[in-house]
């Protein structure tokens, strides 16, 4: 815990961080992209998600949604 304010010790005044373990950080990303793969291989993810499907990205929506304007 740090402190938020010089010399205020009560624990209300403390500042809590978490430091992860970079071996957790990476295997949440590693089973992040493993969930995300198998959804958009089982058709889970919907059409109109363009942000996080591989080879999608946003511009290609505002681009879409231009045209159908």
Known sequence: ML???????????????????????????FLGERLLDRAECYGHIAQERFGIRKNHTAINQVVNKDFTF
């Open 3 to 29: 402190l938020k304010n010089k010399g205020e010790l009560k624990a209300n005044k403390l500042q809590t961080t978490v430091l992860l373990e970079p071996d957790f950080n990476y295997m949440n990303k």
